[in-house]
């Protein structure tokens, strides 16, 4: 699987735009794009994935640039309850299940 | 609808001795992980089960490590002889398969912790 950049840290707003980049300049062509986040305490929560077009859902969007080598995730109005470590992972899909997480971003929303 | 179930939340032992963490993934979900995460660390995978085929233990970081799952469903992560780095909180995540597009769904832990 590609490796992942992603800065360590960011902050936000409440209520303005959080938008957490991500590198994965070795991507290949067979390789999703996968975000999760971790609140303290708790477990990893899938937000979203995309292979090329940009993704949208009830949680967040995801902006792939048209070479594939870096990714957006954006949440549209951020909330106190979105601070968390956002990971931001690659894998092909039809090879065994495990996830390989890097060391993620942790996202500060301020009120 | 239930998510993953993981018992106990935190567990203390002292060194030596043997622990089991228990696993409930979601009804349906044939595909079954553990991850593991020290302090100040990611998370780390261990073992995955897919249906009826041989588990994935290519993460278990030891020979005391060992992992089962009855029936397709509860899984039981064993611990020989705990060691000191042995302590992390121990994750355990399912998905209606192995691989493909479908997410995984995690619990929210075992908090182990080795005296």
């Known amino acids: 699987d590609a490796k992942t950049t992603q800065p360590p840290s960011m902050d936000c707003a409440e209520g303005r735009a959080a938008n957490l980049p991500c590198n994965h300049s070795t991507i290949s062509g067979n390789e999703y794009v996968y975000w999760y986040r971790q609140i303290h305490s708790q477990g990893p929560q899938y937000i979203i994935h995309g292979l090329k077009n940009n993704e949208t859902n009830e949680m967040a969007s995801l902006i792939i640039t048209e070479d594939r080598k870096s990714s957006t995730l954006i949440l549209p109005h951020a909330t106190l309850r979105d601070t968390a470590v956002y990971y931001c992972?690659?894998?092909?899909?039809?090879?065994?299940?495990?996830?390989?997480f890097g060391q993620g971003t942790e996202l500060s929303v301020k009120p | 609808g239930a998510g993953v179930s993981q018992s106990p939340s935190n567990k203390v032992t002292e060194k030596g001795k043997d622990v089991e963490l228990r696993c409930d993934p979601i009804?349906?979900?044939?595909?079954l992980y553990w991850y593991r995460q020290s302090l100040g660390q990611g998370l780390e995978f261990l073992i995955y089960?897919?249906?009826?085929?041989?588990?994935?233990k290519s993460g278990l970081p030891s020979d005391r490590f060992s992992a089962e799952r009855t029936g397709g469903s509860v899984s039981t992560l064993t611990i020989q002889r705990t060691q000191q780095e042995d302590s992390a909180v121990y994750l355990c995540?399912?998905?209606?398969?192995?691989?493909?597009?479908?997410?995984?769904?995690f619990g929210d832990g075992t908090r182990l912790s080795i005296l």
């Open positions: 992972i690659v894998r092909v899909n039809n090879q065994g299940g495990k996830l390989i």
């Open positions: 089960f897919q249906g009826n085929s041989a588990p994935d």
């Open positions: 009804s349906g979900h044939t595909a």
């Open positions: 995540a399912s998905s209606l398969a192995a691989g493909g597009l479908q997410p995984q769904h």
